[in-house]
């Protein structure tokens, strides 16, 4: 590696791809699935397993600190997502993770929030992810520990006793084993989208299969797909119905768009 890639990762900018987003709520959902996340705070070496699996990944330095200072980002964006989503006027796809909104209601909201353009009427990328990762966090009102907050050096046996009940109580909570379950399943069904290998052959013949829709824009919506793994990997997922509305709400997206 470069010594300007290096300066460049070990900076305040450091830059988070989508692929390095996704590992993120990859791993850290499995940490959560293991336990690594008691209450509404992740474990030190959480942060430490990300930050090397994202640096062996893509040859960069990734360092804890900054998988914190993403995961602040991941909780403002949740927060904005759980605001529009009990807002007035605003619906909820809950198939196809989606906030739904009029043309009117949309125009009013970019005009007074542009950035808020990537949240309507567009699947929430990771959603489920994000929904144990953060949203627990944000739900209770309680954030994440900071890393920069966790004493790696308190081994005192005091502190080790209090933290040892704390566990007892949490896991002696009836609540605690329905959350587990609900982690469980949805780290499953992560852990399989990343696992299968995509079939392109299968997509195509599925997409152009869609009837309503000319060749073209089929096309089109198939091209998108193979650009974003994840994605059509869940649509492969859907049944025939829930494809075609998929379909339909890309052509929503992509040959209509409301001016701010």
Same mark, same amino acid.
């Given at each position: 590696? *470069?010594?300007?890639?290096?300066?460049?990762?070990?900076?305040?900018?450091?830059?988070?791809?989508?692929?390095? *987003?996704?590992?993120?709520?990859?791993?850290?959902?499995?940490?959560?699935?293991?336990?690594?996340?008691?209450? *509404?705070?992740?474990?030190?070496?959480?942060?430490?397993?990300?930050?090397?699996?994202?640096?062996?990944?893509?040859?960069?330095?990734?360092?804890?600190?900054?998988?914190?200072?993403? @995961?602040?980002?991941?909780?403002?964006?949740?927060?904005?997502?759980?605001?529009?989503?009990?807002?007035?006027?605003?619906?909820?796809?809950?198939? @196809?993770? #989606?906030?739904?909104?009029?043309?009117?209601?949309?125009?009013?909201?970019?005009?007074?929030?542009?950035?808020?353009?990537?949240?309507?009427?567009?699947?929430?990328?990771?959603?489920?992810?994000?929904?144990?990762?953060?949203?627990?966090?944000?739900?209770?009102?309680?954030?994440?520990?900071?890393?920069?907050?966790?004493?790696?050096?308190?081994?005192?046996?005091?502190?080790?006793?209090?933290?040892?009940?704390?566990?007892?109580?949490?896991?002696?909570?009836?609540?605690?084993?329905?959350?587990?379950?609900?982690?469980?399943?949805?780290? @499953?069904?992560?852990?399989?989208?990343?696992?299968?290998?995509?079939?392109?052959?299968? @997509?195509?013949?599925?997409? #152009?299969?869609?009837?309503?829709?000319?060749?073209?824009?089929?096309?089109?919506?198939?091209?998108?797909?193979?650009?974003?793994?994840?994605?059509?990997?869940?649509?492969?997922?859907?049944?025939?119905?829930?494809?075609?509305?998929?379909?339909?709400?890309?052509?929503?997206?992509?040959?209509?768009?409301?001016?701010?």
């Amino acid at each position: 590696m *470069s010594t300007i890639q290096n300066e460049k990762c070990k900076g305040k900018h450091f830059t988070w791809s989508k692929p390095m *987003s996704h590992m993120l709520f990859e791993i850290l959902v499995e940490e959560a699935l293991k336990g690594n996340k008691p209450s *509404s705070t992740f474990r030190a070496e959480s942060f430490v397993k990300v930050a090397t699996e994202i640096s062996q990944k893509f040859n960069i330095q990734c360092e804890p600190k900054h998988v914190d200072n993403h @995961l602040k980002t991941v909780k403002k964006e949740w927060g904005i997502i759980t605001k529009l989503k009990n807002k007035s006027g605003f619906g909820w796809d809950d198939c @196809l993770k #989606m906030i739904t909104v009029s043309k009117d209601v949309y125009d009013e909201e970019v005009k007074a929030h542009p950035n808020h353009d990537k949240y309507l009427n567009k699947k929430l990328d990771m959603y489920e992810a994000m929904t144990i990762v953060v949203g627990k966090d944000m739900t209770t009102g309680n954030y994440a520990k900071s890393y920069a907050d966790v004493n790696l050096e308190e081994n005192t046996e005091d502190t080790q006793k209090r933290q040892h009940r704390k566990r007892n109580r949490m896991y002696e909570d009836d609540g605690v084993e329905k959350l587990s379950k609900q982690i469980g399943d949805v780290a @499953l069904a992560i852990q399989s989208l990343s696992k299968n290998q995509l079939d392109v052959n299968a @997509l195509y013949a599925e997409v #152009m299969k869609i009837e309503g829709f000319d060749e073209i824009t089929l096309g089109e919506a198939f091209d998108h797909l193979v650009q974003n793994e994840m994605l059509a990997k869940a649509f492969m997922a859907k049944n025939a119905n829930l494809r075609k509305i998929w379909v339909q709400n890309f052509v929503n997206q992509h040959y209509y768009r409301p001016a701010c």
